[in-house]
């Protein structure tokens, strides 16, 4: 199972915004159970070191910064875990197709950082997890 793939800390980190999406949307389909449960499994592609998850934190906040970092020493192994944390939507959603999970659950899965999203289940599950 997928969920178990996931580091501890990302498995308390959807159990804890599961509990939250349910208390303020009760009505949230299975679907969207499942996306939350599984929305970052695609960072279990590599075992991400801490220190890694601040330096993604804080260079998300100059994104046009980021990007370029990663495209110029993209062949570095020392940035692979970054890369990896820019890339989990994308890894986790074909991890969830792999696994026969719904067609909306990796449509959540794959866009949950995704800006200006319209989709108002897709906002439920960003506005949980930017708790
Ligand atoms: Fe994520």
Do not use: C
Request: net charge neutral; hydrophobic share 45%.
């Amino acid at each position: 199972m997928l969920f178990w793939r996931q580091s501890r800390y990302d498995q308390a980190h959807a159990i804890s915004h599961l509990r939250e999406l349910l208390h303020l949307h009760p009505e949230a389909p299975l679907e969207m159970i499942h996306a939350m449960l599984l929305h970052d499994v695609g960072k279990a592609a590599y075992r991400i070191p801490p220190l890694y998850r601040v330096v993604h934190v804080l260079l998300g906040r100059a994104p046009h910064v980021y990007r370029a970092l990663l495209h110029r020493w993209k062949q570095k192994q020392l940035l692979f875990p970054l890369i990896v944390l820019q890339e989990h939507s994308r890894i986790g959603a074909e991890w969830a197709a792999a696994a026969g999970l719904s067609e909306r659950t990796v449509y959540l899965i794959a866009h949950h950082h995704d800006e200006n999203a319209r989709d108002v289940e897709l906002q439920w599950l960003q506005r949980v997890d930017d708790l």
